[in-house]
């Protein structure tokens, strides 16, 4: 009798220990990442390599300054007539990039998320060509994001533990800097490496997310010098930083993941880890206006690519204050953020002209994908649909403006589809670097259209694949293959930009039009580097913490 009550006892006691674990498991997983988080030494100043005294004599190839945001939604700048809140964060300095040279009003991101659409626009050429289809994540987030749904779910996330043992070496340690070996192929060439040619500084500031295996860190890849992270993300502030204002999404598997698991760090060259000094994008800023000044007598190449306004959401105090009229906690954090950037991009353009450079410097400003419907906010891409990792408008229309005063017709708009790819050749083109003829590049020049010397588009067909997951636009007919559904959409973007109006049963005819072309882009595909480890839903016509309810759109997104 006493040993059934014993065991009885002891059976409640282990239920109950793991009822606690189950409802503290967001706690215990925050406890083992910072118990595996990486060392960081405190802030240390960072010398510039110093140019001439004096300019070289004779006629200087431009500068080229080349800003990413991350995760900017097509409306989230003003120029357009929208921006966060109604308008209420407006955006000068990244609209001036647009007003003072050409607006690509029909833009596109290289991919819906971060690291492949980076791989395009860093090489000229789609990253399904080698193989760099999916963003890098720990094995411990695809895991996360693959099984934990959002609360009252119809459609559940998948994660695909069978495939965890094809994944490269190293790649799935228990280790925060793992996943850095998934990495772009060192036999690519960067815009970097083709500049470097010429002559060019070239210089790296903020996010990389293409990988750090060796030969694939930034200095190894064409950047004299680099100042950042080379995975996906970082903190803005410490998390319980006095200056900082924090908002969470509690729905989002991401967001619980990034909070824990995301160090406040910085490298140069490769250093051993530090602290910035200050608020993220402030900081890189500072440098980015040290870097400038120290190449002012010789060409140079900044690649400015700030994690903002990527998750987690943090904003400084000074900027939340200066938004009391946005009474949304997540929205005034987001907004804040927005304005911080904009005026981080106006202190980089300052500082070309107070080193008088302005005139001699190609400008080239876009997003690395459209907004994030995780983040909860409904409007960040209006007046498209969709989000961040969907094909939809919204995922992979992108903010995409050029300045070069003397190259460039300020005020000018440019309606023809244009994509991230031609950031490379359009830069090498502006620099007078030749092109590599032992391989495709799928890029233009985009200057020679804008000058008139090119006639008709730069691209009659474009291309966007994420596993099973496919779209293609050619000429103004875009169609989208989701396998996982077993669903297409097809859209006449001339007659309906928003996507509104779904002709594939309509128009069987082109539906297997554009299916041909891409199983023929297919066909010149690499095998990815590593497998999909997850697949998910995201809706396309609310963002996340929003019930899903029967019958709305979405898609399931391969990463």
Known sequence: MKKRIWLGATALVIAAGVGVAAMNRPAILSMVARARMPQVEPNRPVTWAQGPIAPAPGERPPNV???????????????????????VVPTPNIDSIARDGVDFVNGYAGNATCAPSRAA???????TRFGFEFTPAPVAFAKLVGTEAEPDSIVEPKFFGDRVKDMPPGSTARSPTAVNTLSVPTSELTIAEVLKTRGYHTIHLGKWHLGGAEGSRPEAQGFDESLG???????????????????????????????????????????????????M????????????????????????????????????KADYDALPQIADHRLRVYGAMVRNLDRNVGRVLQALKDEGLDENTLVIFTSDNGGAG???????????????????????HAPFFMRWPGAIQPGSRYANPVSHIDIFATAAGAAGAALPKDRVIDGVDLVPYLQGKASGRPHQTLFWRSGQYRAVRDGDWKLQSNGARGKVWLHDLAADPTEQRDLSKARPDKVAALQALLREQDAQAAKPI???LLQGPVFIDHPSGQPQKAGEEYILWDN
């Open 121 to 127: 626009l860093m090489t000229g050429r789609y990253p």
């Open 281 to 316: 994008t402030d900081y890189l800023t500072d440098e980015a206006v040290s870097a400038i000044k120290a190449n002012r007598n010789r060409p140079f190449f900044l690649y400015y690519a700030p994690n903002a306004i990527h998750t987690p959401l943090q904003a400084t």
């Open 530 to 532: 590593w497998p999909s």
């Open 65 to 87: 300054v080349f800003i990413l945001a991350d995760d900017l939604g097509f409306n989230d700048i003003t120029l357009n007539g929208g921006g966060v809140a109604g308008g």
């Open 374 to 396: 995780y983040v909860g906010l409904a409007d960040v891409n209006r007046p498209y649909r969709g989000f961040k990792s969907t094909f939809f408008e919204g995922g992979i």
């Open 229 to 279: 992270f080379i995975a996906g993300g970082s903190m803005f502030l410490p998390e319980k930083a006095p200056d900082v204002v924090n908002a969470k999404q509690p729905w989002d598997p991401i967001d619980r993941f990034l909070w824990p698991n995301l160090p406040y760090q910085v490298q140069y060259n490769n250093s051993a880890m530090f602290a910035p000094k200050g608020y």
